[in-house]
Each structure stands twice: as C-alpha cells, then as structure tokens.
C-alpha cells in the first residue's frame, strides 16, 4: 500500500513558476495581459502624448515650465536640424546632461528623427565616455556645457562629428525670473575650460542655435515599426567594459503600459481628470526614470518636477515646496536621506499615493521611516536595463514591508531556474530568469554575451537568486553574479580591476562589494603591491582620475597575497565574506 502511494505521489506535477500563481495574487483591475501593438512605436506614443496633452504642462525645473505642446514644437526643430546634418534612420545620438528641461526635447527629437538614444552619465570619467561613444558608433552628441572638457578630451577618437552644446539658461524665460537668472550665471561660471575643434566635418553648434535652424527646416517623420531600435541603455559588462542593453521600441512601449496598467487601480482614486505631479530626481540617464518618470509621464499627461541634482537635499526639499506630490519614484538611498531631513516631513504628502522603490534594495527601516513621515508606503519592485526595466512589482495597496519585490507584472513570466536551466519548485533556490515583451533585443553587436543571458525558450538570465513562493511572490536571498550594486547603479569588479591593476604600483588586484549603510553596497578593494611605496591615497586618487564616483573604493586593504582557486582565479566571494 505505502509502494502504491508513494508511486503515484511520484507523477503529480512539482508546482513552479510556469503555473503563474502569481495572478492569483493581483490587485483587482491589474490585467493578467496588456495589447502591445496599441502603438507601432514610441514616437506613435510620444506624437498622441504631445496632442492629447498639449495644454499641460510636461515638466518643471527651475521655476520653470515647459508643455507638452513646446516640446512638441522644439522637439521637431530639434530632430529636424539633426537630419539636415546628414544622419541616417538609425543612427546613434547621445545625450549627456542632468535633469534638465532639454533633455525632455531632445529625447523626443532623437526617436522623433529616427535614431537611437545613448544616455551617457554625465559625470563619467573621459576614459569611460570614451568608450561607451565608441562601442555605441554615436555620431552625434548633444551634452551641457559643464560636461564638455571631457567630451573635448575623447572626441577625435569617436565617431561624433555634430555637438549640440547645451546651457543651464537655453529654455528659461529671463525676464520672469530674476532668481533663475542669477542662479544660472552662477552655474556658469562652473563650466570648466574646453576647447572642441571644428571643420573637417565636425559641427558645433549651441542648443537654441540648433533649434533656431530646426525652425526653418521640415522635420521628415521617419517609417518606424516596433523592432526598430530605440535606445542603447549602457550597463556592465563580465569583460570590463560596459555594453549596451538594445531596447527596441516595442520594449519600452510594453513596459510603460505594464507599469501604468499596475498603477491604474491605484490612481483611479484620485478625483478624475487631475493632472499627477511625479518627483524626477532619479537621473534620466537612468532607466528607472527614463520609463518612469519621462516615458510613463507622456503617455499619461503627468507633471515631472525634474531635480538636477538630488544629493543637495536641502535644495531638493525647496524644489518640492509649494507642490502636491503623486508619485514618487526613488531609490533606497535617496528615501532615507529624505526621511531623515526634518525639513521633509514639513512637505503636503495629502496626495501622495505611490512611491515605488527601485535600482537596489530598499530597506525595512527606510521603509518605515518613509511610512512613518509621507504616510505613504514605499512599494518595492524589480528591473535591469535588459527589461526596460520593470519585471515585477509589489501591489500598491500594501501597508507593511514584506522583503518581496513583488509579483511578476502583466504580461511578464518568471522562472526560477537552476544552472542547468531546469525549471525549481516554489520555494526553492534559483536564478530568476524573466520573459515578456520588455526584454531587450540582446547587447548590441555582442551576440556572445547576449547568449550568455537568453535561454532558446526567450527567457532572460537576471544574475540574481531569489525564491517564489505559492502566491507568485519573489524574493532576492542572492546574487550570482559579482556585479556590486551601490545607489542603484550597477558597478562590475572587471571593470575596476583592469583600471587599478594598470597602475604600475599595483601587483594584482580584486574588488567586491560590502554592506554600507548609506549606498546599500560600497566598493572595497583588495591589492597586493609591486612597489611597497604604494599608499592608499594614491590609489584613491589615481581611481578619481579613471573612475566616476559611485564606481571608485571606498575601502582599500593591501595585502600580501589574494585567495584563489588551484587554476589561479581569485576568489572574490571568499574576499566577500571576509571584508563585510
């Protein structure tokens, strides 16, 4: 009798992720499926965005607004003077600069006209710039002023032949703003010295400049279709050099109807009609905000508040006053520092109904703190680069934090996989592996790296270990790979290791990520000298030079020698245990 019953115990299906017990679990409203095709493109979105839209204001910076119509308008002119240099459909565009009110135009230009956004981290290091305009074949460039030096330092080794150099002042009205005109005279006067040479094909020309000539010209509305590339969206890479996540227009039209369909239930509650206040402090070289804030706030008519630089919390704080905030879109770090800023808790939360975590870890004592000042929870949720980027995300009606990031979102599938690609029961250990129409294309001109990460069934290789539980529920207990991740941005040791072991005080080198209490990880470094002279602050220094600043130590340990295996690989995850 135990025989016969343990037989035929045998044959009943182990439950995994491929049941999808995860509707089960969603908010009432939440479709299981979203109609991707409802746009052939992104600029199908961004053009009934722009007429639907066009008596709201789009975006504030400054003190100052800018509507949907204006960008609508300077957009064209923008795009329009980009084509008149002889790009063609395709073509790569990057932009380099804070949140500012141009970048809302010049992204619309860019897909408007056809070509491909880059987003290049304006802070990054001339080394890092260098490589990621070369790897992506931009041609063009439209970077602020103050980040220009080290675009001068890098451009004859690319293939940039236009600049469109930007200024703090290109769209603010001076004659309503005495304040504004003030502070950008200040900003000015921090534009370092640089020098970009002209001719021999090369154009240079000054953003109002370049619209002024777009104004005469005719915008040619390009044939776009849903598997035309969009943006690159850089992000590590296992050889050290980062590479660019191709998301295609159907990509990032999918996942803003995703996220809007998660968000509909919850925002239907608000009085009809009202225009939401989204906060955008989150850079929108980022591709939180860039869906988030930028591309979600197009389709659904919201007011970004853009705040170019998040870190001057004070600043920040005044940028807010005097709004009604709806959503708030933020990473861990950024809600602690405003929590625990008394001046935070003096602000109108009485509208604020989401605030969605993402880019990292947010943790349980930030989350309450946050509840605690905002009334407001903050709702974790999950993405990469690669799924542009929402995978999953917790239901916004919950009220105390579960360490989940969420169920998987419409039209999104999870699997939790072992190293052999087999699919696990739920509640076992895995490799969160994700399928939907938000996943990219694969890494642009890498196909070996992009097999690395796509199974043949369509399936995207996170990186990360994680369980699910019987209700569709995923939590992060791992990660697979080395990448560090420190405010949100993703730091991968290769990378540093090849910058510090070229330091010819450097013998060898590993770098892994430890538990900080403000970045959720921070670099350390371990190194073995070649010269005994060697001492931390040349290191520190010599990494400010070649590094931007979330990727450089924060903690350097010299060693003797460094742990490896019998074929001489170091062993970062026994560095890992050590230096946390």
């Known amino acids: 009798m135990t025989a016969v019953l343990a037989e035929e115990a045998a044959v009943v299906p182990v439950a995994t992720a491929r049941s999808k017990p995860w509707l089960a679990s969603y908010p009432a409203g939440v479709p299981a499926q979203i109609d991707t095709g409802v746009y052939g493109s992104l600029v199908d979105l961004l053009n009934e965005a722009f ?10 910076c400054m003190g100052q607004r800018i509507s949907f119509r204006e960008i609508d308008r300077l957009s064209e002119q923008l795009g329009a003077w980009l084509q008149a240099q002889g790009l063609k459909q395709g073509d790569r565009v990057a932009i380099m600069m804070p949140n500012l009110l141009q970048y809302g135009v010049a992204i619309a230009a860019i897909l408007r006209a056809g070509f491909v956004v880059v987003n290049v981290n304006p802070l990054y290091t001339p080394r890092e710039l260098q490589h990621q305009l070369k790897d992506s074949g931009a041609r063009a460039i439209i970077v602020l002023e103050n980040f220009a030096h080290t675009l001068a330092e890098v451009i004859d080794a690319t293939e940039v032949h236009h600049v469109v150099l930007a200024s703090m002042g290109d769209l603010l009205n001076w004659w309503k703003g005495p304040l504004i005109n003030f502070a950008v005279r200040h900003v000015k006067k921090l534009v370092p010295e640089f020098r970009l040479r002209v001719g021999e094909g090369r154009t240079v020309v000054r953003f109002n400049e370049a619209l002024g000539h777009g104004e005469r010209l005719h915008l040619k509305k390009p044939a776009l279709g849903p598997d035309d590339v969009a943006f690159l969206q850089y992000t590590g890479g296992t050889t050290g050099l980062s590479k660019g996540a191709t998301l295609l227009h159907r990509n990032v039209v999918a996942n803003i109807l995703q996220v809007e369909a998660w968000f509909q239930p919850m925002l239907a509650k608000l009085p009809q009609g009202m225009q939401l206040t989204n906060v955008c402090a ?14 979600l706030g197009a389709r659904m008519g919201h007011l970004n508040i853009l705040v170019p630089n998040p870190r001057d919390i004070p600043g920040f704080i005044d940028t807010l006053r005097g709004h009604k905030i709806h959503i708030f879109p933020a990473v861990n770090t950024l809600f602690n520092a405003l929590a625990n800023e008394p001046g935070f808790a003096r602000l109108d939360f009485s509208e604020l109904v989401i605030s969605n975590g993402g880019g990292m870890a947010v943790q349980q004592a930030t989350a309450e703190k946050w509840l605690k000042v ?3 929870p903050v709702v974790e949720g999950y993405g990469l680069s690669e799924t542009a980027p929402a995978a999953t995300i917790n239901p916004l009606d919950l009220r105390a934090f579960n360490g989940s990031i969420g169920l998987p979102i419409p039209g999104t599938e999870i699997a939790i996989r072992d190293d052999d690609g087999r699919d696990l029961a739920l509640g076992e250990r895995g490799e969160i592996c994700i399928r939907g129409p938000q996943v990219m294309a694969g890494y642009w001109k890498r196909p070996d790296e992009t097999a ?21 529920f995923v939590r992060i207990v791992d990660r697979k790979k080395d990448m560090i991740l420190v405010s949100g941005f993703n730091v991968y040791p290769t990378e540093i290791e090849q910058v510090v072991s070229l330091h010819p005080g450097v013998l060898e080198c590993a770098a892994v990520g430890v538990p900080d209490a403000k970045s959720g990880e921070a670099v350390k470094l371990f190194v073995v000298k070649s010269d005994p002279a060697l001492a ?12 931007t600043a979330y990727k450089r130590p924060r903690y350097i340990e010299f060693r003797a020698d460094l742990p490896k295996t019998n074929v001489g690989k170091i062993l970062r995850r026994e560095l890992r245990s050590e230096g946390a």
């Open 51 to 60: 007429r639907k839209h066009a008596q709201r204001d789009a975006a504030i």
């Open 282 to 295: 989150l850079p929108l070289y980022h591709i939180f905000a860039l869906t988030a804030c930028y591309m």
């Open 536 to 547: 931390e602050e040349d290191l520190m220094s010599y990494c400010a030079q070649q590094l």
């Open 452 to 472: 690395n990460v796509m199974y043949a069934d369509g399936f995207f290789k996170s990186g990360d270990i994680g369980i699910m539980d019987e209700r569709g």
């Open 374 to 376: 905002t009334g407001c």
